[in-house]
């Protein structure tokens, strides 16, 4: 069992920055896919980020591409989504997932935390 608990969600304004933490706990991450999903009101929880269990491989989704940045430290067993040039159309809750996996899927995770919200205010 893998426990996952989002932090660093709040309210900005639109143009700037916030920093999304993922802290996982019960297992080591190394073997872990990671990856941040995004659930605007009233719209599915749809895909944003996602980084392969060795760091090397990213993947984003179009709407972030380019101003939001997934980064991993295993040692910490902690995940990070970094999102720059905020726009209110990223206000969501933001959940973090993880599956055992080598790349960087964008569906069909395992685990998954509470959520953090993030509201951007135009």
């Known amino acids: 069992q893998v426990q996952l608990v989002e932090s660093g969600g709040g309210l900005v304004q639109a143009g700037g920055s916030l920093r999304l933490s993922c802290a996982a706990s019960?297992?080591?991450?190394?073997?872990?896919?990671m990856a941040w999903f995004r659930q605007a009101p009233g719209q599915e929880r749809v895909f944003a980020a996602a980084?392969?269990?060795?760091?090397?491989?990213?993947n984003y989704a179009d709407s972030v591409k380019g101003r939001f940045t997934i980064s991993r430290d295993n040692a910490k067993s902690t995940v990070y989504l970094q999102m720059n040039s905020l726009k209110p159309e990223d206000t969501a809750v933001y959940y973090c997932?993880?599956?055992?996996?080598?790349?960087?899927?964008?569906?069909?995770?395992?685990?998954w935390g509470q959520g953090t919200q993030v509201t951007v205010s135009s």
């Open positions: 997932a993880a599956k055992i996996s080598r790349g960087t899927s964008t569906s069909r995770y395992d685990y």
């Open positions: 019960g297992r080591t991450l190394s073997s872990y896919a």
């Open positions: 980084v392969s269990a060795s760091g090397g491989l990213k």
